[in-house]
């Protein structure tokens, strides 16, 4: 019943930037917790950047300093910039989301994934 879509996912040169966008959509009255995940091949999924409804965010040691997380409550959108990207950057990025729908309270809905590569 609740769907994330995410966009912004390319092809940028090392020390480039991308936005990343996810969207929620369905029968949602709120949203808690949203979040980026990435996954490279060969490795786990792990955490990028976590951002709550009153805009408390946490980083991964990584990224801290170069991506920025932030939401639209209205939109039900989050949104990752990432800003000097470097090649192990280079994955797949998740959007998750924990929501109260008509469904009740459910953690952890994913998107599909966007491809971010990072290369010369």
């Known amino acids: 019943q609740v769907q994330l879509v995410e966009s912004g996912g390319g092809l940028v040169q090392p020390g480039g930037s991308l936005r990343l966008s996810c969207a929620a959509s369905g029968s949602i009255f709120r949203i808690n917790r949203m979040g980026w995940y990435r996954q490279a091949p060969g490795n786990e999924r792990e955490l990028v950047a976590v951002?709550?409804?009153?805009?408390?965010?946490i980083y991964a040691d990584s990224v801290k300093s170069r991506f920025t997380i932030s939401r639209d409550n209205a939109k039900n959108t989050v949104y990752l910039q990432m800003n000097t990207l470097k090649p192990e950057d280079a994955a797949v990025y998740y959007c998750?989301?924990?929501?109260?729908?008509?469904?009740?309270?459910?953690?952890?809905?994913w998107g599909q994934g966007t491809q971010v590569t990072v290369s010369s």
């Open positions: 998750n989301a924990d929501v109260w729908s008509l469904n009740g309270y459910t953690r952890g809905y």
């Open positions: 951002i709550i409804s009153g805009g408390s965010t």
